[in-house]
T-cell receptor, first 115, second 112 residues
Framework: DAGVTQSPTHLIKTRGQQVTLRCSPK?????VSWYQQALGQGPQFIFQ???????QRGNFPDRFSGHQFPNYSSELNVNALLLGDSALYLC??????????????FGPGTRLTVL | SQKIEQNSEALNIQEGKTATLTCNYT??????LQWYRQDPGRGPVFLLL?????KEKRKERLKVTFDTTLKQSLFHITASQPADSATYLC???????????FGQGTILTVHP
């Protein structure tokens, strides 16, 4: 089992551009959450996808959008990039709740640099 | 306003000693509290979870306590080793499908 995988590893964009990041969850997991981690800070929740729908969302503008595919993989899209969007973007997957909590497994992240 | 704070940005200890990290929160009612380890350039790795009705949880050299009255969790690593050097993150889960709210992390360095 490869665990959670993310692509690309690193990305450099300029202000105003758009970017798409990809995530494949751990085998057997159906829920994908995205987090943004600025340097020296803890991860911040962006949104979560379950059954191809956005189930909940953090305090991020509409420039941040996502998608989940039938195979549970997910994309994060960011439009009109700002310098402040430079961060490590983390994807986490978890399994279906069955009366108990399921831990989240994080991917290695995508390092986005906006110039 | 809601706040999660880990008491120090950095902690330096000698090998063999016990490392104690603190996580305080305000204006939350977490159903669970979790601790993660993060190495540079890597994603967080789950270590331990403690529920609101539990006082203490142990796993090998790790121990977590949870005091919902004080709104505080303590994370202990006993017999610390240089390989334990990393950033440790606490995260609150209010039970909303696993949405996590993280503290800013504590960088632990264990010196040989």
């Amino acid at each position: 089992d490869a665990g959670v995988t993310q692509s690309p590893t690193h990305l450099i964009k300029t202000r105003g551009q758009q970017v798409t990041l990809r995530c494949s969850p751990k085998s057997g997991h159906d829920t994908v959450s995205w987090y943004q981690q600025a340097l020296g800070q803890g991860p911040q929740f962006i949104f979560q996808y379950y059954e191809e729908e956005e189930r909940q969302r953090g305090n991020f503008p509409d420039r941040f959008s996502g998608h989940q595919f039938p195979n549970y993989s997910s994309e994060l899209n960011v439009n009109a990039l700002l310098l402040g969007d430079s961060a490590l973007y983390l994807c986490a997957s978890s399994g279906r709740f069955v009366g108990s909590y399921n831990e989240q497994f994080f991917g290695p992240g995508t390092r986005l640099t906006v110039l | 306003s809601q706040k999660i704070e880990q008491n120090s940005e950095a902690l330096n200890i000698q090998e063999g000693k016990t490392a104690t990290l603190t996580c305080n929160y305000t204006n939350y009612s977490p159903a669970y509290l979790q601790w993660y380890r993060q190495d540079p350039g890597r994603g967080p790795v789950f270590l331990l979870l403690i529920r609101e009705n539990e006082k203490e949880k142990r796993k090998e050299r790790l121990k977590v306590t949870f005091d919902t009255t004080l709104k505080q969790s303590l994370f202990h690593i006993t017999a610390s080793q240089p390989a334990d050097s990393a950033t440790y993150l606490c995260a609150l889960d209010t039970g909303s499908y696993g949405k996590l709210t993280f503290g800013q992390g504590t960088i632990l360095t264990v010196h040989p």
